[in-house]
């Protein structure tokens, strides 16, 4: 069972006893404003950590697809969010850095944390050349954090595969590998 561990924070894929914690933090209409997503209920949380923990075997077997790690607070132990990296749906070759946090926890830089350790994990761990996130315009926080561990600015998606139109007019950021380790030499 993977973990990391930061100053404040412990990341570690999910399990089902996660589920009805999980779905407390999540319980916030505040986290969903500038997702595809909407509150869930316990079941399609439960329903989503199984397909966590199947997705975590096929990463084993298969090589790695994709992982959502729960972030827990050390002080007390609690579920405050989740950051994983997958599959970009709307440029699927991609990898994309994807984060969410219960707004009792906003602004004292926890994801900024946890996003950098999740980096770290993605470029020394598995290797990834690229890694790269689309954030709404108006999502400042997001924009924010993205500029503050170091991503760039590339696009804005102004085309998308039919489906995926969510993520039409979002501004798209890139870090690469060789950016990753030249700011954390
Ligand atoms: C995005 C999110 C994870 C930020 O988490 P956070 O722990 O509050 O971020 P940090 O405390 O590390 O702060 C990062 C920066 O954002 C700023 N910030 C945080 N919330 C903000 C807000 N609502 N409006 C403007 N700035 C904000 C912080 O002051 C800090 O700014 P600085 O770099 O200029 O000092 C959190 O707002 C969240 O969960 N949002 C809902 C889910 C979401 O939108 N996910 C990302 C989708 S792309």
């Given at each position: 069972m993977m973990e990391i561990s930061t100053k404040r924070l412990i990341l570690s894929h999910f399990k089902i006893e996660f589920a009805e914690e999980f779905t407390q933090a999540l319980s916030h209409p505040e986290i969903?404003?500038?997702?595809?997503?909407?509150?869930p209920t316990l079941d399609d949380i439960k329903n989503i950590i199984s397909w966590f923990i199947d997705?975590?075997?096929?990463?084993?077997?298969?090589?790695?697809?994709?992982?959502n790690l729960a972030i827990r607070k050390k002080a007390g132990n609690t579920i405050i969010g989740w950051c994983g990296i997958q599959?970009?749906?709307?440029?699927?070759?991609?990898?994309?850095?994807?984060?969410?946090?219960?707004p009792d926890y906003w602004h004292r830089g926890y994801m900024?944390?946890?996003?950098?350790?999740v980096l770290k994990y993605g470029f020394e761990n598995l290797n990834l050349n690229e890694i790269v996130a689309g954030v709404k315009p108006e999502n400042r926080a997001?924009?924010?954090?993205?500029?503050?561990?170091?991503?760039?600015?590339?696009?804005?998606?102004h085309s998308v595969p039919e489906g995926s139109?969510?993520?039409l007019n979002?501004?798209?950021y890139s870090m690469t590998r060789e950016q990753f380790l030249t700011q954390h030499v």
């Open positions: 969903f404003e500038f997702l595809p997503e909407d509150v997705r975590d075997l096929r990463n084993k077997k298969e090589g790695f697809i994709g992982t599959p970009f749906e709307p440029m699927p070759e991609k990898k994309e850095i994807f984060y969410g946090l219960s900024t944390e946890a996003a950098n350790a997001s924009i924010s954090v993205l500029e503050r561990i170091g991503f760039n600015f590339q696009s804005i998606i139109e969510f993520y979002e501004r798209f």
